[in-house]
């Protein structure tokens, strides 16, 4: 058996099937998918595996749609997702400039910390925002 499965040219997690599966069903095409995890939504001890970048214990996922930005944590029964639709993102910025693999997104007043657990994964998120948004 093996730990992935691919949709629509991406690896996606074997525990994301589920919200793959809903993604692709309401008509999202899945852009990526990377271990990563909200500060608003963790501990110490989780930011400390993020920033580690301990593959072996992925507490999340950002999964990155043509529509949205879906942020997941799998469980047994149902998985955990917010989303924010990319329309209404306005910015994209490293904290501490690639020394902790922290992104800010933001939307309007609001923002939100994204810890990667790989640096790479951060890089082609920002990216994909920064071109997203200059695009409007």
């Given at each position: 058996m093996t730990d992935t499965i691919e949709m629509s040219g991406i690896e996606v997690p074997k525990k994301l099937n589920r919200t793959a599966k809903k993604l692709?069903?309401?008509?999202?095409?899945l852009v990526q998918i990377a271990p990563a995890i909200l500060e608003s939504r963790a501990s110490q001890q989780m930011l400390a595996i993020a920033r580690m970048g301990m593959l072996d214990k992925i507490l999340g996922y950002l999964v990155t749609t043509d529509k949205n930005v879906h942020f997941v944590r799998p469980g047994i029964a149902w998985d955990s997702v917010q989303t924010m639709p990319l329309d209404?993102?306005?910015d994209v910025a490293y904290e501490k400039e690639f020394h902790n693999n922290t992104l800010k997104i933001k939307a309007g007043e609001r923002a939100e910390k994204i810890i990667f657990y790989d640096d790479m994964d951060g890089i082609k998120f920002y990216q994909y925002i920064k071109h997203i948004c200059s695009g409007r």
């Open positions: 692709a069903k309401a008509g999202e095409k209404i993102i306005d």
